[in-house]
């Protein structure tokens, strides 16, 4: 999830997150998690609160304004670190690229698989 603010309508929420808001907390499948006082006001969910409650991570980003709120770990599935192992590959040129050489800058990793 994306987004410029951290109150974010609860519809938002629900759609982009997979979380549905019940009286019990946020709920997915037979998963409830309890929400605290202050996570939902005025039909808007307060993300800085319940992004932790449900293991999501959120970054944000000042130069552009935005949050991102990330997929939840309760599982036990998560990254324990945002750090990529070294890559060496080569270009298009055939010439070897390092992944370590855009150190410091943010970077989006696509891969594909024919099979």
């Known amino acids: 999830m994306i987004t410029t603010e951290l109150q ?22 037979d998963l409830c998690v309890p929400l605290p006082d202050g996570a ?8 800085d609160v319940v992004a932790p409650k449900l293991g ?16 939840e770990s309760l599982t036990g599935h998560a990254l324990s670190t945002a750090e990529a192992p070294e890559l060496v590959l080569p270009d298009l040129a055939g010439n070897e690229f390092r992944l370590s050489s855009l150190r410091g ?4 990793l696509v891969a594909w698989a024919p099979y």
Do not use: N, S
């Open 105 to 108: 800058q943010k970077v989006l």
């Open 40 to 47: 939902l006001a005025g039909g808007k969910v307060a993300v």
């Open 56 to 71: 999501m991570p959120v970054v944000h980003d000042a130069q552009r304004g935005l949050y991102a709120i990330g997929p």
């Open 8 to 29: 974010v309508p609860a519809e938002q929420f629900e759609a982009e997150t997979g979380w549905q808001l019940k009286p019990e907390g946020a709920c997915k499948g």
